[in-house]
């Protein structure tokens, strides 16, 4: 079966579905925004696995995940690390547990537990279990 890059990396073929974290980006699905820009997006994840779980996303579906993401375009990567550290830092978004102090997770591949092949970062803070890598 023939299959274009593009479309199997989920790159910018206009025919792709969008992805959920699109439709949120394009508010026809709801969530609960603490940050937006021209290049990401973050907002609470739906199911928490900590006291504070954001998800910082980039707006373009065009990376599966953070492998692409750092080999197609690594300003956007930093970008996002710079914006879950912004908001880890702000009460606004980390309330109580805002301070220097995060976790930042990729899930990279389904069978390591990423459901949504639109590259995205949890970031956890609060207690957080130690000695645990999951989100
Ligand atoms: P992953 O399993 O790493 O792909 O992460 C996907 C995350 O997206 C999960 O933690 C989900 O709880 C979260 N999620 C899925 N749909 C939504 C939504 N509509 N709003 C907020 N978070 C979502």
């Given at each position: 079966m023939s299959v274009g890059v593009a479309t199997m990396v989920g790159?910018?073929?206009?025919t792709a579905e969008p992805t959920v974290f699109s439709r949120i980006v394009a508010r026809e699905i709801p969530a609960d925004i603490v940050f937006e820009s021209d290049t990401v997006i973050a907002f609470r994840d739906?199911?928490?696995?900590?006291?504070v779980h954001l998800l910082v996303v980039p707006k373009?579906?065009?990376?599966?995940d953070v492998v692409e993401l750092a080999e197609g375009d690594p300003a956007l990567l930093a970008d996002l690390v710079a914006t879950a550290s912004r908001l880890a830092a702000d009460p606004v978004a980390f309330?109580?547990?805002?301070?220097a102090e995060f976790r930042l997770i990729f899930n990279t591949g389904a069978s390591a537990g990423?459901?949504?092949?639109h590259v995205h970062a949890h970031v956890l803070g609060g207690p957080l279990q130690e000695g645990t890598l999951a989100h």
């Amino acid at each position: 079966m023939s299959v274009g890059v593009a479309t199997m990396v989920g790159m910018t073929d206009s025919t792709a579905e969008p992805t959920v974290f699109s439709r949120i980006v394009a508010r026809e699905i709801p969530a609960d925004i603490v940050f937006e820009s021209d290049t990401v997006i973050a907002f609470r994840d739906i199911a928490p696995q900590a006291p504070v779980h954001l998800l910082v996303v980039p707006k373009t579906q065009a990376y599966r995940d953070v492998v692409e993401l750092a080999e197609g375009d690594p300003a956007l990567l930093a970008d996002l690390v710079a914006t879950a550290s912004r908001l880890a830092a702000d009460p606004v978004a980390f309330g109580e547990h805002s301070g220097a102090e995060f976790r930042l997770i990729f899930n990279t591949g389904a069978s390591a537990g990423q459901t949504v092949f639109h590259v995205h970062a949890h970031v956890l803070g609060g207690p957080l279990q130690e000695g645990t890598l999951a989100h």
